[in-house]
């Protein structure tokens, strides 16, 4: 049996079932050939409203479940993953261009989300709390109802069910808009195999959108908490209007992560981790490493190699052919890459390796001979662009990695790991992986960044609860206490 068929969705957005959006249909192109996947709705604020409000009305009922019939959805959606786990791959390598190892891993990681989010259903409520009054005093987690995702295009099928899956696990309701140019595995997907799992209609809403969609996502008053994942320019405006609302949002945003490579470590190993950690999926991940910081006595062997790791990577197409890169997920991503690194060069970089494409295919592509303020180093390419900048001490390559707005992903590579270890100590990132590259992911690991890279680990694990549930107090005294009035 097929989960997805393209004629199911065709002009239509998910809400309880499949509906005709008030906002029209668009193609979902395939990027690395520009066919016709299939057609989506188009959500509008009408849409949004909508739906929050028979999200609202659903999630009560939800909340006083058992938990044991949540957690059995989870773990049935977790096993319905797996069980079209090809059928859902060839959704991702298609519609975002990523390869099979890739698109493989992304399903694995999908299936994991729905197992934990399962394990969450049973976690204590709550505590017992002192008091110094003749009563029992209970902090008590709660659901918090309705709850907003906003997901992007790059990774769609982890960076949207990372939130879905937990927060219909606490006993919420979900109303997720998906990017327009990857709604299936975004979101469509996500909702088919929720749906088969068993849960009840009215819970989760799918509405790929633009701008309009997601301003009343986030402005909607049955919207409680809004999960964004994007960039971070977006993320400032998600945070400004949920604030404006009084409302929680929860920002992993964009990153210009480092690799440090310290002057003991094994330079092919550490060449071919970063070369793993900035051209995986053509760059386009928020942890890729955009800043390789190598010292001074190696920097020109690293460098050397990376160039040669990168001129031998096969670019393609990800469904035909057994390449190493896929292509950028559309023309304006192609050419805001391509502008960053011709403009590095025209400032003065040496280009070591790539800087071509054709089509949306784009060279991996390794930068020298590189100064901080050139634009391919100081902003987030999101494209498969290595820049590479010597450092002569350990004190020089805390303050380079650390002279950044962002605060993702960190890597350090060293023959020493304590040492390793006490470096990254000095500079503030959400995530560090000594002796490995910058990309990473579990589902049982907290996840988020620092500074501009968003507010924290929010996803994963136990950030969940914090994430997805309010906290209330409760007392109770056998009798009521007399007062003074």
């Not at 094994?266 to 970063?274: H, L, M």
């Amino acid at each position: 049996m097929n989960l997805l068929d393209a004629k199911e969705f065709e002009g239509q957005v998910y809400s309880g079932g499949w509906i005709s959006s008030r906002g029209g249909d668009l193609p979902i192109t395939e990027p690395a050939t520009g066919a016709e996947l299939g057609r989506t709705g188009v959500a509008d604020a009408e849409d949004v409203a909508a739906a929050a409000r028979a999200a609202a009305a659903a999630q009560r009922d939800w909340a006083a479940t058992n938990f044991e019939e949540r957690a059995g959805v989870l773990r049935r959606a977790g096993a319905l993953v797996e069980q079209h786990a090809d059928e859902l791959r060839d959704w991702v390598i298609r519609e975002t261009g990523a390869v099979p190892g890739l698109a493989g891993f992304a399903v694995g990681v999908a299936a994991q989300e729905c197992y934990e989010a399962a394990a969450l259903a049973s976690r204590p409520l709550g505590e017992i709390l002192p008091t110094n009054q003749p009563r029992l005093s209970l902090l008590r987690r709660v659901p918090v109802g309705v709850v907003g995702v906003i997901s992007p295009f790059n990774v769609p099928l982890i960076l949207s069910i990372r939130s879905v899956a937990p927060a219909l696990a606490l006993g919420n309701a979900v109303v997720l808009k998906p990017d327009l140019r990857t709604p299936v595995s975004g979101g469509f997907a996500i909702a088919r195999v929720l749906a088969e799992a068993g849960l009840p209609d009215g819970l989760l809403h799918v509405l790929p959108g633009g701008a309009e969609a997601g301003t009343a996502l986030v402005t909607d008053r049955n919207v409680r908490v809004v999960s964004f994942t994007g960039s971070s320019a977006t993320g400032r405006a998600v945070a400004e209007l949920a604030g404006r609302n009084l409302k929680r949002v929860h920002l992993e945003l964009g990153g210009n992560s480092a690799i440090v490579v310290l002057d003991d470590a094994d330079i092919e190993a550490a060449v071919s981790a970063g070369a793993w950690g900035s051209f995986l999926h053509q760059g386009q991940i928020c942890m890729t490493a955009g800043r390789h910081l190598v010292h001074e006595k190696i920097a020109a062997a690293y460098t050397e190699a990376l160039a040669a790791h990168a001129d031998a990577l096969p670019v393609g197409n990800p469904a035909t052919d057994p390449v190493a890169l896929g292509p950028l997920i559309d023309e304006g991503q192609r050419d805001k890459v391509h502008g960053l690194v011709t403009s590095t060069v025209d400032a003065g970089a040496r280009l070591a390796a790539g800087g071509t494409y054709e089509g949306l295919c784009y060279r991996p592509t390794v930068l020298a001979e590189v100064t901080p303020d050139m634009p391919a180093y100081a902003h987030e390419v999101f494209g498969p662009v290595a820049p590479v900048l010597p450092f002569a001490t350990e004190d020089d390559a805390v303050a380079m990695a650390a002279a950044t707005e962002y605060g993702l992903s960190l890597s350090i590579m060293t023959g020493d790991a304590m040492r390793g270890l006490a470096l990254a100590e000095r500079i503030p990132t959400g995530i560090v992986h000594i002796n490995d590259q910058t990309v990473n992911d579990e589902a049982v690991a907290p996840f988020g960044g620092v500074l501009d890279s968003g507010t924290g680990a929010r996803f994963g694990g136990t950030a969940n609860l914090d994430a997805f549930t309010e906290q209330r107090w409760i007392t109770m005294r056998g009798d009521i206490p007399a007062y003074p009035f």
